[in-house]
């Protein structure tokens, strides 16, 4: 039988492969390559490289190649690395030399007897209980000296096995467990010119470990798409990440389609310590084409609900005045991408030709985009444009069973340069309707809603009618 020390394994696990698949779930697959020398019988092994937050029941140990014969007898994973607290409780009922230091610089070392160390495993330590000199002490009384880390003491998160082999082998196991601790994220900057709209945009991957380990040139794969999970009360999760044909330089991410899901393969290995989080630029597009949109969409939230239609007039309703701002572009090859876009957050900067500098004008996020969709994001709400809206008229037959409905709506254009704006209204009240005495041309955009496309002049209104005639 043979025990592979600790000091072996860290030794092996430095020089082996590392790999992570990062998904968007705070959750990664970890895989570790360990040197292994079994014996014939049983032989126990130890690895102290695992992190804080392994999915004990997902650990796999196996020979890839397949032709080790041995079987796991038993398997552990231990996170109770020592602290004072931990070395306290192994020594209790023992004494041991606390050392203290007076304010004049004076040191003094005295033996005291541990009776309760204070250690709860799992909780908050409780007072310790010390006795000197035969009388107790509820503290401390100095810095605690002890003579070893105590029996069965770990420095790091260990996993051990006691394996069984059929005979002497040598090879390289593979190791693989799931991990809490992870996330990754996309995160897109678009810069526009002052004047125009071919845009620019560049994308991150952010990639974020509090796994509790740190890895030296670790391979990284992300997987983008919604996984399922059984959920547990774990940490904290958040998100994901994306790519396109990094000019085509061969060391860019990679991306291909995967299961249902999309991966990302980092283009060099990546050392990430505990705590640490590290950017990778995954995509460069210096021309894309897009287009800004003014929507006023005043009644977006539907204000009725049951099976039966509103028939009442809205008594004081009124409706705000915001005009929004949609940055648009098409995510295909003609327009410089058509590459599977992970969601993340997108930056919107316009250059300032006066000086050259980059200034912010909003942010939103996308969610997974596949290639050849159309990407629409809210920046915020137009400084110098107005709309007001309200209704005009009511009417309604009940033994006819229908009702009317007029709406006026006013746009207003305070700046000094023309611009177009998609008035968005929505038939609430009823699923069958005609449109009667509209003042301009409407286009219907689904089963209860209608735009109007308006240009207007710079310091220009413009005032658009239409009645609803519902009927059931």
């Known amino acids: 039988m043979k025990s592979l020390a600790i000091t072996t394994m860290l030794i092996s696990a430095a020089s082996a492969e590392t790999a992570l698949t990062i998904y968007n779930r705070n959750l990664a697959v970890v895989r570790e390559t360990l040197p292994l020398e079994l014996k014939a019988g049983e032989n126990t092994l130890t690895f102290d490289r695992a992190t804080a937050q392994v999915l004990a029941d997902s650990v796999v140990l196996r020979d890839p190649a397949g032709k080790a014969a041995f079987s796991i007898l038993e398997q552990s994973y231990r996170n109770d690395p020592v602290n004072k607290w931990l070395l306290l409780s192994h020594f209790e009922g023992q004494e041991i030399d606390f050392r203290q230091v007076f304010p004049d610089g004076k040191v003094e070392i005295k033996p005291g007897k541990i009776i309760r160390s204070g250690h709860v495993p799992g909780g908050q330590p409780q007072e310790p209980i010390i006795e000197i000199d035969g009388k107790l002490r509820f503290q401390l009384p100095g810095e605690p000296l002890f003579p070893a880390l105590g029996d069965g003491s770990i420095l790091r998160p260990t996993l051990?096995?006691?394996?069984?082999?059929?005979?002497?082998?040598?090879?390289?196991?593979?190791?693989?467990?799931?991990?809490?601790?992870?996330r990754w994220e996309a995160d897109y900057n678009l810069v526009a010119p002052e004047k125009g709209e071919t845009v620019t945009l560049t994308g991150w991957v952010t990639v974020d470990n509090r796994s509790g380990t740190g890895f030296e040139d670790a391979k990284i794969k992300l997987v983008a798409g919604d996984v399922n999970i059984i959920e547990q009360p774990v940490p904290e999760s958040r998100m994901a990440r994306g790519m396109m044909k990094l000019a085509e330089a061969d060391a860019g991410v990679q991306e291909k389609a995967f299961d249902d899901f999309h991966l990302y393969t980092l283009p060099r290995p990546l050392t990430i310590r505990d705590k640490e989080t590290k950017q990778v630029e995954f995509l460069r597009a210096p021309a894309v084409r897009a287009s800004k949109k003014y929507v006023y969409d005043p009644a977006s939230m539907r204000f009725f609900g049951g099976s039966e239609p509103q028939t009442q007039p809205m008594q004081g309703q009124t409706w705000p005045k915001d005009v929004a701002i949609y940055w648009e572009f098409k995510n295909d090859e003609a327009n410089g991408l058509g590459v599977p876009l992970p969601a993340g957050r997108v930056r919107f900067y316009r250059s300032d030709d006066a000086d050259g500098n980059l200034e912010f004008v909003g942010e939103n996020n996308i969610g997974h985009t596949p290639r050849n969709e159309e990407v629409s994001l809210y920046t915020g709400n137009a400084f110098d444009l107005v709309g007001e809206r309200k209704v005009a008229d009511f009417k309604r037959d009940d033994r006819a069973d229908w009702m009317k409905e007029t709406i006026e709506v006013t746009l207003k254009n305070r700046s000094k340069d023309a611009k177009e704006i998609i008035v968005r209204e929505h038939l609430w009240r009823w699923m069958n309707w005609n449109i009667e005495n509209a003042s301009m041309e409407h286009e219907k955009k689904d089963a209860q809603t209608i735009e109007f496309t308006v240009k207007l002049a710079p310091d220009e209104e413009k005032k658009i009618t239409y009645t609803a005639h519902y009927s059931w």
Do not use: E, K, P
């Open 160 to 182: 051990g096995w006691t394996l069984q082999s059929a005979g002497d082998a040598r090879f390289d196991a593979q190791l693989s467990y799931l991990s809490n601790g992870f």
